[in-house]
């Protein structure tokens, strides 16, 4: 249904605020705060994957429940995290949103319908989510 690239979340006044180019393998070193896979699977596995792609397993030192609890956490001073372009969005003071270059990855949202049992619930559904132009996407 769309796609979206990862930002890295981290506290105003971290040494990366000011990099004009970051990297996921330079990510490395740091801490970071995850989601928990028991409340965010596709979260947790997206952010872990990103990592792994890039050779390395990340250092997690939290998992979270919601963006605002990671959030929190950075602003503690307790990690950075990687999160989806549209947590950018949320106004939340004291965390500084960067874009990271494509070894990021992106989370993918995906619908599967069998459309010989489709109900005209179903087909209503898919009306609306894939044939008209979804705003979170960019």
């Not at 180019?21 to 705060?33: C, F, M, P, S, V």
């Not at 106004?91 to 949202?109: E, M, Q």
Request: glycine letters at 6%; proline letters at 7%; a neutral charge.
């Amino acid at each position: 249904i769309y796609s979206q690239p990862f930002m890295l979340a981290i506290p105003a006044g971290h040494e990366l605020e000011h990099a004009e180019k970051i990297t996921a393998a330079e990510l490395e070193k740091y801490r970071i705060i995850g989601f928990s896979r028991d409340h965010s699977p596709s979260l947790y596995d997206a952010q872990l994957a990103c990592c792994l792609a890039k050779g390395f397993r990340p250092t997690l030192v939290h998992q979270a429940r919601t963006p605002f609890t990671v959030f929190q956490l950075i602003r503690s001073g307790l990690g950075i995290s990687i999160v989806p372009k549209p947590y950018s969005r949320l106004p939340f003071p004291g965390i500084v949103f960067k874009d990271v270059d494509n070894s990021a990855g992106h989370l993918h949202l995906y619908a599967i319908w069998r459309d010989e049992v489709s109900t005209e619930l179903v087909k209503k559904v898919i009306r609306q989510v894939m044939y008209e132009p979804f705003a979170a996407s960019e």
